[in-house]
């Protein structure tokens, strides 16, 4: 990998473009291997961190107006260019480009809207404790230079990718998994078919013997993908991998989910489950071997996470839910929900699916919360008169007023979701500081 890099960037002009985890990981690397002829830091951002003098830091507003200045450009997955990519006539590259061109024979690349962590986690766990080498890296929050000297010729690597990571790739794994795609990002992407794009690059760079497991609503157009393609989804799909309650059925085989066993609930967790387990095959791992591993995953939080039991309402936190889909597949799994929290920052993404399952759900009640909330509240007096019963619509300012509501309202025995089909970004930090904020709210003295 040392070699790779040093390929790159010997005698040239280096800038790193975001310095925020992924971009200190390409510092630190980039000081290791030594030979180029200046390294330059540039954030949108102050750059506090302890730097030798000989290199440069830009920040501020015009921290990518001389890009061209460099030979390469080292580019975190979060930022934004301000032009189109072809327009520049540096070299931008990734730590993700630089490492599957050494590393991509061994990698199993996974993305998706939703689903993609769970994935990525419990293949790794299957694989991990049936004895093979494998690593963990990508949008888990491990960059992969991080880890880019554990990889030995024997390792299996469990790469997550964000659509971010895949946008400008030139390279695809030997394994991609491409699990579904939603509306999102659209304030990144601007448009459903940027972001769509984005995510097809997964497969787009794949060769002959290559394999994707991919969605079946989502599959390559002919001539699109030189791999073998799998086919995803659930009964009544026609895919190759079929998802039916808690059994999966593939090549003529069916494997029965050992739910009662496991912590990971609801149909859009056995769909991972699914993927997981054909990945895990094409590895040689058994059923019994699968079986076992799935008894021992801890799931990731902030997933349709049990938090505990206040006054006997059991809290679930499913704050990693920023789409539509994601609070139907909440209230889907979770049969006894007496109240559901909805709401977060307004990307102007279409909630008229979530609408018209919530007016189906016998959910007793459903509590909106800021500028998403506000907005689905309107959506509904305004377009929806046959909104059934929509006095179990509750209207809040904030996730604390929504927590005490939901506290007087849910009935003992039943269960309250946070799961706000919406981003968190200007509320909070990220969504993991939201679900935090649920779990305290939660746990504070019942009133």
Not at 228 to 239: D, P, R, T
Not at 375 to 404: C, D, M, T, W
Request: net charge negative; glycine share 8%.
């Amino acid at each position: 990998m040392l070699k790779t890099i040093e390929k790159y960037i010997k005698n040239k002009k280096v800038l790193i473009l975001g310095f925020g985890r992924e971009g200190k990981s390409t510092y630190h690397m980039m000081q290791k291997v030594g030979g180029y002829e200046s390294l330059t830091i540039a954030d949108l951002n102050p750059v506090t961190y302890d730097l030798p003098e000989n290199v440069q830091i830009l920040v501020g507003e015009n921290y990518q107006k001389t890009l061209n200045d460099y030979d390469l450009i080292m580019k975190s997955p979060g930022i934004v260019l301000e032009q189109d990519i072809s327009t520049y006539t540096c070299k931008i590259a990734s730590q993700t480009e630089l490492f599957f061109q050494r590393f991509r024979e061994q990698i199993v690349g996974i993305t998706g809207t939703k689903g993609k962590s769970t994935t990525t986690t419990l293949l790794y766990h299957i694989l991990k404790e049936n004895q093979k080498d494998c690593i963990l890296a990508g949008n888990i929050g491990i960059p992969a230079f991080d880890i880019a000297e554990e990889v030995t010729e024997n390792s299996i690597v469990c790469f997550e990718m964000s659509s971010h990571q895949l946008e400008y790739m030139t390279v695809s794994p030997k394994w991609a998994v491409l699990m579904n795609i939603h509306e999102e990002h659209l304030d990144h992407y601007g448009t459903m078919e940027k972001y769509v794009a984005a995510k097809e690059k997964i497969y787009q760079n794949q060769q002959a013997g290559d394999t994707l497991i991919c969605n079946v609503d989502i599959l390559p157009k002919d001539g699109a993908c030189k791999a073998k393609i799998i086919s995803a989804g659930y009964e009544g799909s026609g895919a190759e991998l079929i998802i039916y309650q808690d059994f999966i059925t593939y090549e003529n085989r069916t494997y029965h989910i050992p739910t009662e066993e496991i912590p990971l609930i609801g149909i859009h967790n056995y769909y991972d489950i699914g993927v997981a387990y054909v990945c895990a095959k094409a590895f040689g791992i058994g059923d019994e071997g699968v079986s076992q591993a799935l008894k021992t995953y801890e799931p990731l939080p902030h997933r349709l996470q049990y938090i505990g039991t206040v006054a006997g309402v059991k809290y679930y936190d499913d704050s990693i839910s920023t789409i539509c889909d994601t609070t139907i597949q909440a209230l889907t799994s979770l049969n006894d929900t007496d109240t559901v929290v909805i709401g977060g920052m307004d990307r102007g993404i279409d909630y008229g699916e979530l609408i018209e399952f919530l007016s189906r759900h016998p959910v007793p009640h459903i509590i909106l919360m800021e500028a998403t909330g506000q907005r689905i509240f309107q959506e509904i007096q305004a377009g929806y008169p046959k909104f059934q019963n929509r006095e179990r619509l509750h209207l809040v300012s904030h996730l604390e007023e929504a927590v005490n509501l939901a506290k007087q309202v849910t009935r003992a025995g039943h269960s309250c979701v946070l799961s706000p089909a919406a981003a968190s970004y200007g509320i909070f930090k990220n969504f993991e500081a939201r679900g935090e904020a649920f779990a305290a709210l939660v746990h504070e003295q019942y009133h």
